[in-house]
C-alpha cells in the first residue's frame, strides 16, 4: 500500500510508523475512545485514511522525532557508519576481504585435490596394466592417492569451516530481526519519546476524530466514496446563445423536392382539349 511521503520523516523510519499504526488498530478494542471501529469505519478502512495523511499525523510528533534523529545520527557518526546504519569502509573492509579469500581456498581446495586424485590414480593403474608396467606407475598410483587423502582432508575442514559461519552469520541475524539495530540508552530514550508522541498525539486523536465524523475528515484523510463527493470530470458543451437572449437554437429548415411539370403538359389528367 502506498503511503504518502511526510517531508520530515526519513524512510527508514516508516515502516516504524506502520508498525505503530497497526498495533494501535489491532488493540483498538481495548480502548473505549475507539470502541467504535467495526461499526462506523472498519480497520482497513482506518488505515488507508492513516496512511493517506502520514505527514498530518506525524506532524504532531515532530520535535521528539527531529531530537530522535539527532541522537541518532551523532551516535552513527561517532561509530563511523552512514546515514543507512551501513559500516563504514576501510580496516573492517579489509579483513572482510580477506576472509573472502580464505572461503575461496577452502571450498576450492577439495574440488582442486580430488581432480588430481582421479588423474593420477586412473594413469596410474592405465600403467600398471602395461607389460612390462614403467617404472613410474607405482610412483603415479602414490601421488594418486595422496592426492585423495587431502581430498577428505579438504572436505572435511571446508564443512567445518560452512558450518560455524553458518551458525555465527544465523546467530547474528536473529538478534537483528529480534532487536533490531542497537543504540546506547539515550538514543533508545529519545525513540521511546517520539513512538509515545506519536500515538498519543497523532495516531489516536486521529482515530478518534476519523469515527467521530467520518464525513468531516481533514482535507489529507482519504474521503469516503459517495455520489455527491465524487468530482465531475470531463467537458461539457457550452450553450450558445443569441444576444438578444433569443432561443438558443434555431428550428432546423426542411426540405422537400421540388416538383417539376412541364409548362404545357401537367401529366395525363391535363391532356390538351
Do not use: C
Not at 118 to 128: A, E
Amino acid at each position: 500500500m502506498h503511503m504518502n511521503s511526510a517531508p520530515h520523516l526519513l524512510t527508514e523510519d516508516r515502516p516504524e510508523y506502520e508498525r505503530i499504526l497497526d498495533d494501535a488498530l489491532r488493540h483498538a478494542h481495548e480502548r473505549p475512545d475507539l470502541a467504535a471501529v467495526g461499526e462506523r469505519l472498519n480497520p482497513v478502512q482506518l488505515r488507508t485514511m492513516a496512511m493517506a495523511a502520514t505527514a498530518l499525523i506525524t506532524a504532531a510528533a515532530a520535535t521528539e522525532y527531529e531530537h530522535y534523529v539527532k541522537a541518532r545520527e551523532e551516535i552513527r557518526a561517532a561509530a563511523g557508519t552512514d546515514e543507512d546504519g551501513e559500516p563504514d569502509t576501510g580496516a573492517h573492509g579489509a579483513r572482510q576481504s580477506g576472509a573472502g579469500v580464505g572461503v575461496v581456498i577452502t571450498v576450492l581446495a577439495p574440488v582442486l585435490a580430488g581432480t588430481a586424485a582421479v588423474i593420477f590414480l586412473l594413469i596410474g593403474y592405465i600403467l600398471k596394466a602395461l607389460d612390462p608396467p614403467p617404472a613410474f606407475a607405482r610412483t603415479m598410483v602414490g601421488a594418486g592417492w595422496f592426492f585423495a587423502a587431502a581430498t577428505a582432508a579438504a572436505i572435511l575442514v571446508a564443512a567445518v569451516g560452512l558450518l560455524v559461519t553458518a551458525l555465527r552469520n544465523g546467530s547474528t541475524s536473529v538478534a537483528a530481526e529480534e532487536h533490531g539495530e542497537e543504540f546506547p540508552e539515550d538514543v533508545a530514550r529519545a525513540r521511546e519519546a517520539w513512538r509515545h508522541a506519536l500515538l498519543e498525539r497523532g495516531i489516536l486523536p486521529f482515530l478518534r476524530d476519523a469515527l467521530a465524523d467520518p464525513g468531516a475528515a481533514p482535507a489529507a484523510r482519504i474521503p469516503l466514496r459517495s455520489p455527491n463527493r465524487i468530482p465531475k470530470i470531463g467537458y461539457s458543451r457550452p450553450d450558445f446563445t443569441s444576444p438578444d437572449g433569443g432561443p438558443a437554437a434555431a428550428p432546423r429548415p426542411t426540405f422537400t423536392s421540388p416538383d417539376f411539370t412541364s409548362p404545357d403538359f401537367g401529366g395525363p389528367e391535363h391532356e390538351l382539349e
